[in-house]
T-cell receptor, first 109, second 118 residues
Framework: DAKTTQPPSMDCAEGRAANLPCNHS???????VYWYRQIHSQGPQYIIH???NNETNEMASLIITEDRKSSTLILPHATLRDTAVYYC??????????FGPGTRLSVLP | GAGVSQSPSNKVTEKGKDVELRCDPI?????LYWYRQSLGQGLEFLIY????????KSGLPSDRFSAERTGGSVSTLTIQRTQQEDSAVYLC????????????????FGPGTRLTVL
């Protein structure tokens, strides 16, 4: 299964774009990239997923490099409520998702 | 519609006692997952149910842990002879499983059960 690497923490000013990177250099051709986040004391929340093309929804944008070895989650206008741990996951060959340590994003006023 | 619910929200028990944690998934979701999260740690996969298939129990940490999913809906996670290291938040999630394209549908998580073993 492809593993992911994320920075342990990042800061972002409120109102600015938050760009969260993820490396998944061993990803295989049929594996999707998923992003979830976990706000303190809550269960994780799905954000977005993608395979090859860039994706956008009401929460975020996902930019996947052409070689698919890395991706970036973009929160275009971060708010204080976006402070959370963000998990980048590459879909496994089995059923179980591996939620690594993620990136702790702190949005600062 | 209703999301994933879990009960109890908090459980305090004494070492050596058995506990049962309940999960009510979203109606129509065929897949159900159990995870646990120790304080300040990431999620640890425990077990996965998909329809009528045999569950994936590869994440269960010991034979003290077991889970059932009755009628393809409600699930119960049972921990026998609890130990202090079992203290954690136990999270349940449900989803539509895996699509024909190979994509895994998003998981919807419940609020969790905080288990404290004294």
């Amino acid at each position: 299964d492809a593993k992911t690497t994320q920075p342990p923490s990042m800061d972002c000013a409120e109102g600015r774009a938050a760009n969260l990177p993820c490396n998944h250099s061993t990803i295989s051709g049929n594996e999707y990239v998923y992003w979830y986040r976990q706000i303190h004391s809550q269960g994780p929340q799905y954000i977005i997923h993608g395979l090859k093309n860039n994706e956008t929804n009401e929460m975020a944008s996902l930019i996947i490099t052409e070689d698919r070895k890395s991706s970036t989650l973009i929160l275009p206008h971060a708010t204080l409520r976006d402070t959370a741990v963000y998990y980048c996951i590459v879909s496994p060959s089995g059923q179980n998702f591996v939620f690594g340590p993620g990136t702790r994003l702190s949005v600062l006023p | 519609g209703a999301g994933v619910s879990q009960s109890p929200s908090n459980k305090v028990t004494e070492k050596g006692k058995d506990v049962e944690l309940r999960c009510d998934p979203i109606s129509g979701h065929t897949a159900l997952y159990w995870y646990r999260q120790s304080l300040g740690q990431g999620l640890e996969f425990l077990i996965y149910f998909q329809g009528n298939s045999a569950p994936d129990k590869s994440g269960l940490p010991s034979d003290r842990f077991s889970a059932e999913r009755t009628g393809g809906s409600v699930s119960t996670l049972t921990i026998q002879r609890t130990q202090q290291e079992d203290s954690a938040v136990y999270l349940c999630a449900s989803s539509l499983g895996r699509g024909t394209s190979g994509r895994w549908y998003e998981q919807f998580f419940g609020p969790g059960t905080r288990l404290t073993v004294l």
